[in-house]
């Protein structure tokens, strides 16, 4: 295992129990940020970066009953403390790196990405590889479930205009990559950016 990988699982790890409840309001605005990238229909939902499943009931209920639903996270701990609140009903949980998913070419319909570009060492990269799983007309999610500004100050930094999530970046990178922005809703509550496959 990489360094940065060690790295993930050393600062998940010790966070997982107990962490929805850092983030007790979240739901609603995962359910609104599911329910619009699985507008259209889809068999195959993959939630990379998952933690705890947060994810998991709104993508279940968007997508519907017939589709499997993934959740795909690094951290055993993360994916252990998902189980232990039921998310296993709700999804298949896999223990992956994002960037070595365990895929077919084309099998996707729809990608969920909350907060995980910032954790991948190359986000780009990782944007390329997903559009190689996608199937023709799948989408993907670039998700936070509060706003740029909002998070850079409970992180204690500024907003850079360079960074990869501002609205002036994604969309070129997301095109690099072999996606096309559909909407991006750079908002005070929510970040969520949804592109289909070019």
């Known amino acids: 295992m990489d360094d940065h990988l060690e790295r993930t699982r050393a600062f998940f790890a010790p966070r997982a129990v107990g962490w929805d409840a850092h983030f007790p309001d979240d739901e609603p605005v995962y359910?609104?940020?599911?329910?619009?990238?699985?507008?259209?229909?889809?068999?195959?939902?993959?939630?990379?970066?998952?933690?705890?499943?947060?994810?998991?009931?709104?993508?279940?209920?968007?997508?519907?009953?017939?589709?499997?639903?993934?959740?795909?996270?690094?951290?055993?701990?993360?994916?252990?403390?998902?189980?232990?609140?039921?998310?296993?009903?709700t999804g298949e949980l896999l223990l992956a790196d994002v960037d070595a998913l365990p895929l077919r070419a084309a099998s996707v319909d729809a990608f969920f990405a909350a907060g995980i570009l910032g954790h991948v060492p190359d986000p780009a990269r990782l944007l390329q590889t997903l559009a190689s799983f996608a199937r023709p007309r799948a989408r993907l999610a670039v998700f936070q479930p509060i706003g740029r500004a909002a998070l850079a100050a409970r992180h204690q930094r500024t907003l850079q205009p360079h960074e990869l999530l501002d609205p002036s970046v994604l969309p070129g990178v997301l095109a690099g990559a072999g996606w096309t922005i559909e909407t991006l809703d750079d908002g005070e509550s929510r970040y969520l950016a949804i592109a289909g496959r070019a």
Not at 31 to 60: F, Q
């Open 31 to 89: 359910a609104a940020a599911a329910a619009e990238l699985l507008a259209r229909p889809a068999r195959v939902v993959v939630d990379l970066g998952c933690g705890t499943g947060r994810a998991l009931n709104a993508l279940r209920q968007s997508a519907g009953a017939g589709a499997t639903v993934i959740g795909v996270d690094v951290t055993p701990e993360m994916l252990r403390a998902a189980a232990a609140s039921g998310r296993r009903e």
